[in-house]
């Protein structure tokens, strides 16, 4: 993490930040990282990348990016706008598009906005969200609304110290290691600890999801090659392989490959190989 280079820039009147490493005159990599993570997600896997520009995103409500407006939402799509503008701000002509977990999920929609801008899309652990049927929409939008109103009641969670947010995290699932990477932008120092400084929002329900066949009609539409690596302790351990392999082969040139190591494999004991994975593929 020593060599990253901090930048921030204005989109829509949000300010979003993040961290770049490697080659400023390599092939350009737009990184974008998984739930309540940040850009710090993938310091590890940059030094193992550094023949490209590695361009790591702290999305909305994460990290040291703006937080959205209160009337806002944070559904999948709604970075997509402000992302366009960064890559269009950075004159990133042509790009790969890397995501891990939720990242990933928003990469597959930012690869079919970019369109053929996109040379190569790679996903770590991720997809679209499960799909919700039809009949599971009321459900799905009375939580969000429920979700919504707790909001005035919410206090953010504070920490006598990284340890305690380490143990925390540990809890979640996540390694001290990668616990400890992601603390300096997961925290921010105030009078009584330090605070999270993620939107809260981001634990909400999502008021509408796309359903079977909206996911399925993404993946098709994607003419991206596309490299998906999945964690054998990952989204397997869940039991979601299976349903993850069905509906990844809906896109028409897709790679996927296992890796050792769990969800957060790329910071973690699976970075090496996953490098391994990118470079040949990008290459």
């Not at 997600?41 to 990290?63: E, K, M, T, W």
């Not at 964690?231 to 397997?236: C, I, N, Y």
């Not at 494999?265 to 699976?270: I, N, Q």
């Amino acid at each position: 993490m020593t060599d990253a280079k901090e930048w921030a820039m204005t989109a829509d009147g949000l300010r979003y930040a993040g961290l770049e490493w490697g080659n400023p005159d390599g092939y350009p990599i737009i990184a974008l990282h998984g739930w309540l993570d940040n850009a710090l997600s993938f310091s590890v896997l940059a030094p193992l990348l550094d023949r490209y520009r590695l361009i790591a995103v702290d999305l909305s409500g994460q990290g040291f990016s703006d937080h959205r407006s209160p009337d806002a939402t944070y559904h999948i799509w709604d970075d997509i706008p402000q992302l366009l503008a960064v890559i269009d701000e950075m004159r990133l002509d042509r790009l790969a598009v890397l995501g891990h977990s939720r990242g990933a999920a928003i990469a597959v929609l930012l690869a079919a906005a970019l369109e053929d801008r996109c040379s190569q899309l790679v996903l770590l652990d991720g997809m679209l969200p499960r799909a919700v049927a039809d009949e599971e929409a009321p459900a799905q939008f009375l939580q969000a609304q429920r979700d919504h109103q707790r909001l005035a009641k919410h206090r953010p969670r504070v920490f006598a110290d990284v340890d305690e947010f380490v143990k925390a995290r540990v809890r979640l699932g996540f390694s001290d290691q990668s616990a400890r990477i992601l603390a300096p932008r997961a925290l921010r120092r105030g009078a009584s600890g330090l605070a999270l400084v993620h939107d809260p929002r981001l634990n909400h329900a999502s008021a509408v999801k796309m359903s079977p066949a909206m996911c399925a009609a993404f993946y098709a539409a994607l003419n991206t090659p596309t490299l998906t690596l999945m964690a054998e302790q990952g989204l397997r351990q869940q039991g979601e392989l299976e349903s993850a392999i069905q509906a990844l082969s809906g896109i028409p040139d897709c790679d996927l490959r296992t890796v050792p190591g769990s969800h957060h494999a790329h910071m973690e004991e699976g970075a090496e190989a996953i490098a391994g994975h990118i470079v040949n593929f990008i290459a």
